[in-house]
């Protein structure tokens, strides 16, 4: 089941519309020149992932930074709502649902730890 985000991901034009859609050249050039301190998730409205950024210079001192360049487009789409990215999304859940229990158990673990 995919979270509410106010409107239909699937289409079926019930609900609000969907807000503007993010530029992938820009999300690139703003990791080139703000990746380091996250910028490019800012702007994508990743707000925990920007602020680990912007703390650990670039994700684990730069690491974080290099494999941005290969998942941008993945965030792009997700942040832009994009119906064939949660469509495969949904079939790669289906196909492996044991990833979901995964991270189901490990944000109960973080959640006992951390109250």
Request: include cysteine; hydrophobic fraction near 40%; charged fraction near 15%.
């Amino acid at each position: 089941m995919l979270p509410s985000l106010g409107y239909d991901l699937l289409g079926s034009g019930e609900g609000r519309a969907p807000p503007p859609k993010k530029s992938l050249t820009l999300t690139y050039a703003l990791w080139f020149f703000g990746g380091f301190l996250g910028l490019h998730h800012f702007y994508l409205e990743r707000d925990s992932q920007a602020f680990l950024w912007w703390a650990s210079l670039g994700g684990y001192f730069g690491m974080g930074w290099i494999r941005d360049l290969f998942v941008i487009p993945k965030y792009v789409a997700e942040a832009n709502q994009d119906k064939k990215y949660f469509e495969a999304l949904i079939q790669k859940i289906k196909a492996n649902p044991t990833v979901s229990y995964l991270i189901s158990f490990q944000h109960r673990c973080l959640d006992c730890f951390y109250g």
